[in-house]
């Protein structure tokens, strides 16, 4: 029969013989899971960093817009429309009245006249037609034909009182215009209402 004590000597002896591993060091393993800490703080971190760019972004969008938040991407333009549908419908065109409209028109004969230039023989010829409403018209030629010796006089006096650069450029020209039609309507019907409307220029020339 065998003796126990020789029996377990053995097996003691190879626990002997095995290498015990020291218990790991507590030190040891929060180095080792710090790297994972920080890891996931820096992570953290950035989102954060993240989200607050993105809330500055859309409050400065809400600053431009006055407001409103910005349209998105689906508020735009179909690509795929037709291009004509996206053209902007142009505007409609303005009608602006002319001043002589439903007028008739009265010649008056040409007439020359020397300019008031003492060193130069220059003479003006200009030929003059007078816009007369419709409804007015044949009353009105009435009085212009009863008066036309007393307009040519005032028109002689008063080209002849021009000089040669008071009758060059379309300044001038609109400036005449503006001029005869007031003195013609003043002395034609003398605090009434006018019945010329405008005085044409047919012929007008410097020589």
């Given at each position: 029969?065998?003796?126990?004590?020789?029996?377990?000597?053995?097996?003691?002896?190879?626990?002997?013989?095995?290498?015990?591993?020291?218990?790991?060091?507590?030190?040891?393993?929060?180095?080792?899971?710090?790297?994972?800490?920080?890891?996931?703080?820096?992570?953290?971190?950035?989102?954060?960093?993240?989200?607050?760019?993105?809330?500055?972004?859309?409050?400065?969008?809400?600053?431009?817009?006055?407001?409103?938040?910005?349209?998105?991407?689906?508020?735009?333009?179909?690509?795929?429309?037709?291009?004509?549908?996206?053209?902007?419908?142009?505007?409609?065109?303005?009608?602006?009245?002319?001043?002589?409209?439903?007028?008739?028109?009265?010649?008056?004969?040409?007439?020359?006249?020397?300019?008031?230039?003492?060193?130069?023989?220059?003479?003006?010829?200009?030929?003059?037609?007078?816009?007369?409403?419709?409804?007015?018209?044949?009353?009105?030629?009435?009085?212009?034909?009863?008066?036309?010796?007393?307009?040519?006089?005032?028109?002689?006096?008063?080209?002849?009182?021009?000089?040669?650069?008071?009758?060059?450029?379309?300044?001038?020209?609109?400036?005449?215009?503006?001029?005869?039609?007031?003195?013609?309507n003043q002395e034609l019907?003398?605090?009434?209402?006018?019945?010329?409307?405008?005085?044409?220029?047919?012929?007008?020339?410097?020589?």
């Amino acid at each position: 029969m065998p003796d126990p004590e020789t029996d377990t000597a053995p097996e003691a002896a190879a626990a002997e013989e095995t290498p015990r591993r020291p218990p790991a060091d507590e030190g040891d393993e929060a180095r080792a899971s710090a790297p994972k800490g920080k890891g996931k703080r820096f992570v953290i971190l950035c989102a954060g960093v993240a989200f607050a760019a993105g809330g500055a972004g859309y409050g400065v969008a809400l600053l431009t817009t006055g407001g409103q938040p910005l349209a998105p991407a689906a508020a735009q333009a179909d690509e795929s429309a037709d291009p004509a549908s996206l053209t902007a419908p142009a505007p409609a065109a303005r009608q602006v009245a002319d001043d002589t409209d439903k007028c008739l028109y009265k010649d008056l004969e040409p007439i020359t006249v020397n300019l008031d230039e003492p060193r130069l023989a220059r003479y003006v010829h200009a030929c003059l037609t007078l816009a007369i409403p419709e409804e007015e018209f044949a009353a009105a030629s009435l009085v212009v034909d009863a008066k036309m010796l007393v307009l040519r006089d005032w028109l002689t006096v008063y080209l002849a009182s021009l000089t040669l650069d008071e009758v060059r450029g379309p300044a001038s020209l609109n400036r005449m215009r503006r001029e005869i039609l007031d003195a013609f309507n003043q002395e034609l019907w003398p605090d009434q209402k006018p019945r010329i409307r405008k005085v044409l220029f047919k012929e007008f020339a410097v020589k």
